[in-house]
């Protein structure tokens, strides 16, 4: 299974989780939104949950930029969390909005433990390592979604999630993976080396990057259970 093209450090680990990514990108919740066999209740819920964990994700964001060590990776530490604070969250308001919740009632919402596993274990890998550890675990989250809405873009059948697949197979959040892509690239290098696979670190990092797609898995599941 090929996907988009988000650089060589994402290319490798992708390759390393082997089929845990696939069961990620094409999970069962995937693959409904696509064919729109998705209940509403579901998506919803997925929704409340989301804006919760935007909101953790974002601050794992903000410690990119706290752990960069060049202008240029704050840069895109700090275009990151405005893409998500301000661009993402939208989507999320927007929905929820049409359908009578109200954005205190999304911040207000109870966080499951699937989606405080996640965020908590994202954040951790940052407080505890440097920029690498915490891209490690950032990047499924990010890059996963881009694979998923560009695909989605392609395939899906169905016009019922179409501003969710929209937002993620669109141009803005594209352009954000390429940029993040582009900073794994350059941070790794300039921490491990440029031979990654070389470095004594390599198969750690795998390890963070992999436990977040289980994470991922794990997310999506929770979504089909309202
Ligand atoms: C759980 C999850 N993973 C990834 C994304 C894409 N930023 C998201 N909104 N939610």
Redo the contacts with the bound molecule.
């Keep these: 299974m090929k996907g988009p093209d988000y650089g060589r450090a994402f290319g490798l680990m992708r390759e390393a989780a082997g089929d845990t990514w696939h069961g990620y990108v094409r999970h069962p919740f995937v693959q409904a939104l696509g064919d729109g066999s998705l209940p509403k209740a579901a998506f919803l819920h997925y929704l409340r949950q ?1 804006y919760v ?2 909101t953790h ?1 974002s601050r794992a964001w903000a410690l990119a930029v706290v752990k960069s060590e060049t202008h240029d990776e704050m840069l895109v530490a700090v275009g990151t969390v405005n893409a ?1 604070v301000v661009e ?1 969250m939208k989507l999320h308001v927007g929905i929820c909005e049409a359908v009578g919740i109200a954005q205190e009632e999304l911040f207000a919402t109870a966080e499951r433990p699937e ?1 405080l596993a ?1 965020t908590r274990f994202v954040l951790e890998a940052g407080y505890s390592g440097d920029l690498a550890d915490l891209l490690a675990a950032l990047a ?3 890059l ?2 881009g694979e998923i809405g560009a695909w989605l873009s392609q395939v899906a059948a169905s016009k019922t999630y179409r501003d969710w697949i929209d937002t ?1 197979g669109g141009p803005d959040y594209q352009s954000t993976c390429k940029e993040v892509g582009a900073l794994m690239d350059q941070a790794l290098s300039r921490r491990i080396g440029a031979d990654f696979k070389a470095s004594p670190r390599w198969d750690r990092l795998c390890a963070t990057f992999r436990t977040a797609t289980e994470l ?1 898995q794990g ?1 999506w599941q929770m979504g089909l259970t309202p």
Excluded: A, I, K
């Design positions: 989301d964990f935007l994700f998500l993402e989606n996640y499924p989250c990010v996963g979604y993620y991922e997310f």
